[in-house]
T-cell receptor, first 112, second 114 residues
């Protein structure tokens, strides 16, 4: 069965430091992969998506993610974190027929 | 552009009462999804529709839950009778008809059953 693992429940990063959030997926075919962000009291907002082609994808708010088929990973990165990036981040894989399987999320805390 | 619109944003009611959550998807989107988010279980897909037809309701927890989509611009999720364990944030999302199209989420309805 398809699954997504986000091994870090929460991460604390200093403002201005770099960030990497981990995501591993299990899916037999070529995956469609997504990263969403959820701010408190709000719905999920799409950060970026990978379908095919260049394995390094750029998203909104300065985020990027790299697809590594050999490692079944799709890690999210940002070179310099801002306090406004504090939120919960979800990785998801599309399993066909528009269904998404979400990871359990990683809560990002940004320290001054 | 208007996003996915959910109402109400908050609902507090006593157990046993009927609860109706509403969703207006983005115009032109063929798919509509209902999710439930809790601390214990994370984000769960309850049911989704394609062109107003329910495709997969395997995530609906029990018969107390029902969902309808009478037309392309409106859907409801109903809980009758409600129980305290139904307390959660319920999200509606919509997307275009393709596996590589992202889902767009509403801001959710925070439901508290006392």
């Amino acid at each position: 069965a398809q699954s997504v693992t986000q091994p870090d429940i929460h991460i604390t990063v200093s403002e201005g430091a770099s960030l990497e959030l981990r995501c591993n997926y299990s899916y037999g075919a070529t995956p469609y992969l997504f990263w969403y962000v959820q701010s408190p009291g709000q719905g999920l907002q799409l950060l970026l998506k990978y379908f095919s082609g260049d394995t390094l994808v750029q998203g909104i708010k300065g985020f990027e993610a790299e697809f590594k088929r050999s490692q079944s990973s799709f890690n999210l990165r940002k070179p310099s974190v801002h306090w406004s990036d504090a939120a919960e981040y979800f990785c998801a894989v599309s399993t066909g027929f528009q269904k998404l399987v979400f990871g359990t999320g990683t809560r990002l805390l940004v320290s001054p | 552009d208007a996003g996915v619109i959910q109402s109400p944003r908050h609902e507090v009611t006593e157990m046993g009462q009927e609860v109706t959550l509403r969703c207006k998807p983005i115009s032109g989107h063929d798919y509509l999804f209902w999710y439930r988010q809790t601390m214990m279980r994370g984000l769960e897909l309850l049911i989704y529709f394609n062109n107003n037809v329910p495709i997969d309701d395997s995530g609906m927890p029990e018969d107390r839950f029902s969902a309808k989509m009478p037309n392309a611009s409106f859907s409801t999720l109903k809980i009758q009778p409600s129980e305290p364990r139904d307390s959660a944030v319920y999200f509606c999302a919509s997307s275009l008809n393709s596996d590589n199209q992202p889902q767009h989420f509403g801001d959710g309805t925070r439901l508290s059953i006392l």
